[in-house]
């Protein structure tokens, strides 16, 4: 026993020299943990509320600057939620506007009707004005121009932007079969077309002072040019050699001469006068005559010029 309590002091009495020639080292190491130690006994009753108020401080900080993160976070929240609102809005308007504006150009596009491009702005767009007075229908534009044309109405809408000339030979072409004794060129001739007058594969415009418009070019309306232009059998009594330079420059032009108005298509060729005196003169092209072989049909006629034979005789 005595033994043990020997051992124990002397373990008490190592560890207190041990803590001493470390608080020796400590303070020869800094030279200021006495005088710390001093200064913090001195000044603790102002040292200790310090602290306490730096750490609620921070304390206080912490949470503003968290309730400060949430406000903003808050505050980002609100102004995306308004701009994707505005962009909604922006997205409907430019939506509506597109839909409005798709609408007006469709009636717009529907009420506009085309115009020949010419030199001049004296054309007078002759089925144009036709069909500002029809009403909507599903009938073609020659029923329902020959339709219009049966009422006052619509020969005055024709004849108000139209020459003599234009009176007399367009009125005719648009009141098409009906007219029996017009001896309008079926085959050669001007003729009603879902797009207006055509000439051949052209547009085909008058103006009010019975000039022609073709393809851009205008030429001096004649009596004579105009029976050449409209009439199965012009009146060789009205046309000149200058009326015969201008036309056959117009079926060059529009290959109204050639099957189905192709430039690379066949000669549109018959027994009919216009054919055989105005035509193919004006082609230079030799006339032969055909031999009949038994009773049915010439050796080289086909069914194509059969059928183009009797359009001419009609």
């Not at 001049?120 to 036709?130: D, G, M, N, W, Y």
């Given at each position: 026993?005595?033994?043990?309590?020997?051992?124990?002091?002397?373990?008490?009495a190592i560890e207190k020299t041990s803590e001493s020639i470390r608080?020796?080292?400590?303070?020869?190491?800094?030279?200021?943990?006495?005088?710390?130690?001093?200064?913090?006994?001195?000044?603790?009753?102002?040292?200790?509320?310090?602290?306490?108020?730096?750490?609620?401080?921070?304390?206080?900080?912490?949470?503003?600057?968290?309730?400060?993160?949430?406000?903003?976070?808050?505050?980002?929240?609100?102004?995306?939620?308004?701009?994707?609102?505005?962009?909604?809005?922006?997205?409907?308007?430019?939506?509506?506007?597109?839909?409005?504006?798709?609408?007006?150009?469709?009636?717009?596009?529907?009420?506009?009707?085309?115009?020949?491009?010419?030199?001049?702005?004296?054309?007078?767009?002759?089925?144009?004005?036709?069909?500002?007075?029809?009403?909507t229908t599903e009938d073609s534009l020659a029923t329902k121009v020959?339709?219009?044309?049966?009422?006052?109405?619509?020969?005055?809408?024709?004849?108000?932007?139209?020459?003599?000339?234009?009176?007399?030979?367009?009125?005719?072409?648009?009141?098409?079969?009906?007219?029996?004794?017009?001896?309008?060129?079926?085959?050669?001739?001007?003729?009603?077309?879902?797009?207006?007058?055509?000439?051949?594969?052209?547009?085909?415009?008058?103006?009010d002072a019975d000039n022609i418009i073709i393809d851009g070019v205008?030429?001096?309306?004649?009596?004579?040019?105009?029976?050449?232009?409209?009439?199965?059998?012009?009146?060789?009594?009205?046309?000149?050699?200058?009326?015969?330079?201008?036309?056959?420059?117009?079926?060059?032009?529009?290959?109204?001469?050639?099957?189905?108005?192709?430039?690379?298509?066949?000669?549109?060729?018959?027994?009919?006068?216009?054919?055989?005196?105005?035509?193919?003169?004006?082609?230079?092209?030799?006339?032969?005559?055909?031999?009949?072989?038994?009773?049915?049909?010439?050796?080289?006629?086909?069914?194509?010029?059969?059928?183009?034979?009797?359009?001419?005789?009609?």
């Amino acid at each position: 026993m005595a033994d043990v309590r020997e051992r124990e002091k002397i373990a008490r009495a190592i560890e207190k020299t041990s803590e001493s020639i470390r608080k020796k080292h400590r303070a020869l190491k800094t030279g200021r943990i006495e005088e710390d130690i001093a200064l913090n006994r001195r000044f603790r009753p102002l040292i200790k509320p310090l602290r306490l108020f730096a750490d609620s401080s921070d304390v206080r900080a912490t949470k503003r600057e968290s309730r400060d993160e949430d406000a903003a976070s808050a505050h980002k929240r609100e102004r995306k939620e308004e701009e994707e609102q505005e962009e909604r809005e922006k997205a409907s308007e430019t939506f509506e506007r597109s839909t409005t504006l798709h609408k007006s150009n469709d009636r717009s596009h529907d009420d506009v009707q085309p115009i020949a491009s010419t030199p001049r702005a004296k054309i007078v767009p002759t089925i144009e004005s036709l069909e500002n007075v029809f009403e909507t229908t599903e009938d073609s534009l020659a029923t329902k121009v020959q339709n219009q044309l049966q009422t006052s109405e619509g020969r005055e809408a024709l004849r108000g932007g139209l020459g003599p000339l234009g009176q007399k030979y367009v009125e005719a072409v648009l009141r098409g079969t009906r007219d029996k004794k017009s001896d309008i060129d079926r085959v050669y001739g001007v003729y009603l077309h879902e797009d207006g007058l055509m000439f051949g594969n052209k547009r085909f415009d008058v103006d009010d002072a019975d000039n022609i418009i073709i393809d851009g070019v205008r030429y001096a309306g004649t009596p004579g040019l105009y029976e050449l232009i409209f009439k199965r059998i012009p009146d060789d009594a009205l046309y000149t050699e200058d009326d015969m330079h201008k036309y056959k420059s117009m079926l060059l032009v529009t290959n109204a001469h050639k099957h189905k108005y192709h430039s690379q298509g066949r000669l549109l060729s018959n027994r009919g006068y216009k054919y055989k005196h105005v035509i193919a003169p004006l082609m230079s092209i030799t006339l032969k005559k055909q031999k009949k072989s038994g009773k049915g049909l010439p050796h080289a006629m086909t069914l194509n010029d059969k059928r183009d034979r009797l359009r001419a005789l009609e």
